[in-house]
T-cell receptor, first 116, second 117 residues
Framework: AQSVTQLDSQVPVFEEAPVELRCNYSSSVSVYLFWYVQYPNQGLQLLLKYLSGSTLVKGINGFEAEFNKSQTSFHLRKPSVHISDTAEYFCAASKGSGGSNYKLTFGKGTLLTVNP | GAVVSQHPSWVICKSGTSVKIECRSLDFQATTMFWYRQFPKQSLMLMATSNEGSKATYEQGVEKDKFLINHASLTLSTLTVTSAHPEDSSFYIC?????????????FGEGSRLTVL
């Protein structure tokens, strides 16, 4: 079975500092990878996704992630965070083929708290 | 981007009653929608896949008679929590796949928080 592991449940950082949120996946088949952000009492918003091609993926709000097949990782990074980036971040994966590629498996989430 | 709307955003009900939550794709057609459940400070757990015009596919451990899903049109799926109990209190989120859309592209609703007293 596919699984997604987010290694840090909470990441506190200061404003304008860089941040990396870690995500590892386990899958024996090709996989699509996603990062979503969730603000309190809201649904999920897609930050970025990796389907194929370039392993460095750029998303919205200045976030980027790098797909590393050998390390089965898809870490999310931002060079300089803002207070408004405070939110829960979820890494997710789906199988890369057929209709099941829309069934997402989510990690447990990482709460990013940006302090002034 | 495509918009998915859920209604109601908040609902409080008495134990034993049934509650219906709607998930609508506002500006696109969605052959397939997904329903998730999220407990406080936890991840999303897929409950079921809702297919327009056919029966929903439930994940293992999800009671289909408890969580009734209807996907009667290409823009609307509903989740009905029947005979709700306090343990059903949770945040329910739907997502929709754009029919004919790019691979892996899903759009999420804002979520519906259910509190059962």
């Amino acid at each position: 079975a596919q699984s997604v592991t987010q290694l840090d449940s909470q990441v506190p950082v200061f404003e304008e500092a860089p941040v990396e949120l870690r995500c590892n996946y386990s899958s024996s088949v090709s996989v699509y990878l996603f990062w979503y952000v969730q603000y309190p009492n809201q649904g999920l918003q897609l930050l970025l996704k990796y389907l194929s091609g370039s392993t460095l993926v750029k998303g919205i709000n200045g976030f980027e992630a790098e797909f590393n097949k050998s390390q089965t990782s898809f870490h999310l990074r931002k060079p300089s965070v803002h207070i408004s980036d405070t939110a829960e971040y979820f890494c997710a994966a789906s199988k890369g083929s057929g209709g099941s590629n829309y069934k997402l498996t989510f990690g447990k989430g990482t709460l990013l708290t940006v302090n002034p | 981007g495509a918009v998915v709307s859920q209604h109601p955003s908040w609902v409080i009900c008495k134990s034993g009653t049934s509650v219906k939550i709607e998930c609508r794709s506002l500006d696109f057609q969605a052959t397939t929608m997904f329903w998730y459940r999220q407990f406080p400070k936890q991840s999303l757990m897929l409950m079921a896949t809702s297919n327009e015009g056919s029966k929903a596919t439930y994940e293992q451990g999800v009671e289909k008679d408890k969580f009734l899903i209807n996907h009667a049109s290409l823009t609307l799926s509903t989740l009905t929590v029947t005979s709700a109990h306090p343990e059903d209190s949770s945040f329910y989120i739907c997502s929709a796949r754009v029919t004919g859309g790019r691979t892996g592209e899903l759009f999420f609703g804002e979520g519906s928080r259910l509190t059962v007293l």
